[in-house]
């Protein structure tokens, strides 16, 4: 069971599949989650990042396999971008294949679980990322 972090926290679930995106919503509800938004696609997730009105996410959870635009794309969009590339990234995908993990990485995503999602991972990934980020980390004003 994971413990409530410092401070509440909002997150950008980009996931295509329901079933999965139920239950990572329910595991980050518990983790003390303020404002979940998911979106289908990496289309959807850059529409919602840039848009002035939407609430900035302080982590973003990534699925590698989607249409429109696949999270390696939206990834190596994020971490090119000044304003979007602090953001921290969980990848979340199906594939375990080597060149997978280690181009999620060298993309700079800060942690890789795979699918079916085993939750002490999921947490284990969330955690760290809390207790090197999360909540040590400044929020940069929206410009």
């Known amino acids: 069971m994971m413990t409530a972090p410092a401070r509440p926290y909002d997150v950008l679930l980009v996931e295509d599949d329901v079933a999965d995106a139920?239950?990572?919503?329910?595991?980050?509800t518990e983790r003390?989650?303020?404002?979940?938004?998911?979106?289908?696609?990496g289309v959807a997730a850059l529409e919602y990042l840039r848009d002035p009105e939407s609430t900035r996410p302080d982590l973003i959870?990534?699925?590698?396999?989607?249409p429109r635009m696949n999270g390696r794309e939206l990834l190596a969009v994020l971490k090119a971008d000044e304003k979007l590339?602090?953001?921290?990234?969980?990848?979340?995908?199906?594939?375990?294949?080597?060149?997978?993990?280690?181009?999620?990485?060298?993309?700079?995503?800060?942690?890789?679980?795979?699918?079916?999602?085993n939750l002490e991972d999921f947490e284990r990934a969330v955690q760290s990322i809390d207790a090197?980020?999360?909540d040590t980390t400044t929020k940069l004003p929206r410009q």
């Open 132 to 134: 090197f980020y999360l």
């Open 22 to 28: 139920m239950l990572i919503q329910d595991a980050l």
């Open 85 to 117: 590339r602090t953001i921290p990234v969980v990848v979340l995908t199906t594939s375990s294949a080597p060149d997978d993990v280690t181009g999620a990485y060298r993309q700079h995503a800060n942690a890789y679980v795979t699918k079916p999602v």
């Open 61 to 66: 959870v990534l699925d590698l396999n989607m």
């Open 32 to 41: 003390g989650t303020r404002n979940l938004t998911q979106v289908d696609d």
